[in-house]
């Protein structure tokens, strides 16, 4: 079976910092452009981040120099690092993977769409 799972999320002040994990089983994530998305307590989903099979990066001005996407196609899991969390990152953070998919804040334009884990920034 299929199955993506974060892991990671927390409760965090303003400025610091965390690395969320997603764990592809069933699948391969250099298969598939790997993304995140959130979504903030009663507000849309948002996209964050996207990176290609080739290892081309893309992110939402509200993550691009804070946030860092990787993936580690050996352990089969992706990362994104957190760094100067703000209160308005709070949300629960998905990991999501498409075929062809990039950039997408839809969970049907994507094959697979794990449980999600929740960030929540904080003083």
């Known amino acids: 079976e299929e199955q993506l799972v974060e892991s990671g999320g927390g409760l965090v002040q303003p400025g610091e910092s965390l690395r969320l994990s997603c764990s592809a089983s069933?699948?391969?994530?250099?298969?598939?452009?790997m993304s995140w998305v959130r979504q903030a307590p009663g507000k849309e989903f948002e996209w964050v981040s996207s990176i290609g099979t080739d290892g081309d990066t893309s992110y939402a001005d509200s993550a691009l120099g804070r946030f860092t996407i990787s993936q580690d196609n050996a352990k089969n899991m992706v990362y994104l690092q957190l760094n100067s969390l703000k209160p308005e990152d709070t949300a629960m953070y998905y990991c999501?993977?498409?075929?062809?998919?990039?950039?997408?804040?839809?969970?049907?334009?994507?094959?697979?769409w794990g449980q999600g884990t929740q960030v929540t920034v904080s003083s």
């Open positions: 999501a993977a498409g075929a062809g998919t990039w950039r997408s804040c839809l969970s049907s334009e994507y094959n697979y």
């Open positions: 069933g699948m391969s994530v250099s298969d598939y452009a």
